[in-house]
């Protein structure tokens, strides 16, 4: 089965402008997570969904990271406006059941740096 | 807050040698997971772990999840190059939202020919 899809790979940016990611699950996987992880951390949960709905956000700073699933499928992360503190690389990973006894399969992230 | 401690947070080891990597915590999980993650890569799933005292191998890698679901490790029998790579454990947060991952740092493992 073809994988967790991310794109871009890699995005610079200046600080206060705006930047999108993109993220396509396993078709079928109801669930979706965006993370975050910074270099020499591990990944920080973002948000999740449970199709299109939102199951935990607790984390997502809302005041500038915005993130959408519309039709339960694909999914977009935004930033507006960046800070130099969000460059880390921002991972997306399904998985085909609530629960992690089945594990989560991640995408190859997306690498942002911001100048 | 629940907190996963990994040990240590680099190893460089010459192949053929053993090592194990450790994952603590004070807090219990309903699962854990152990992850490999190479350079510009996501992770990538080696094995979950579900009950106390479980014990699961996966070729040269067992791993163990603590009697009280706290802590795991995970060890390496005869290192090879191709184990290099980033080790990180997961816990699944108990009581919290389902599927909820908190991660360690991970362990930045280097194993030379």
């Known amino acids: 089965e073809a994988g967790v899809a991310q794109s871009p790979r890699y995005k610079i940016i200046e600080k206060r402008q705006s930047v999108a990611f993109w993220c396509n699950p396993i078709?079928?996987?109801?669930?979706l997570y965006w993370y975050q992880q910074i270099l020499g951390q591990g990944p920080k949960l973002l948000i999740q969904?449970?199709?299109?709905?939102?199951?935990?956000d607790s984390q997502l700073p809302k005041d500038r990271f915005s993130a959408e699933r519309l039709k339960g499928v694909d999914s977009t992360l935004k930033i507006q406006p960046a800070k130099l503190e969000d460059s880390a690389v921002y991972l997306c990973?399904?998985?085909?059941?609530?629960?992690?006894?089945?594990?989560?399969?991640f995408g190859s992230g997306t690498r942002l740096t911001v100048v | 807050t629940q907190l996963l401690e990994q040990s240590p947070q680099f190893l460089s080891i010459q192949e053929g040698e053993n090592l194990t990597v450790y994952c603590n915590s004070s807090?219990?999980?309903?699962?854990l997971q152990w992850y490999r993650q190479e350079p510009g890569e996501g992770p990538v799933l080696l094995v979950t772990?579900?009950?106390?005292?479980e014990v699961k191998k996966l070729k040269r890698l067992t791993f163990q999840f603590g009697d009280a679901r706290k802590d795991s490790s995970l060890h390496i029998t005869a290192a090879q190059p191709g184990d290099t790579g980033l080790y990180l454990c997961?816990?699944?947060?108990?009581?919290?939202?389902?599927?909820?991952?908190?991660f360690g740092k991970g362990t930045k493992l280097s194993v030379k020919p």
């Open positions: 990973a399904s998985s085909s059941l609530t629960g992690t006894a089945y594990g989560y399969t």
């Open positions: 078709s079928g996987h109801a669930t």
């Open positions: 969904f449970q199709n299109n709905g939102v199951v935990d």
């Open positions: 807090s219990v999980f309903s699962s």
């Open positions: 772990v579900v009950t106390g005292g």
């Open positions: 997961a816990g699944e947060d108990y009581g919290g939202s389902q599927g909820n991952l908190i």
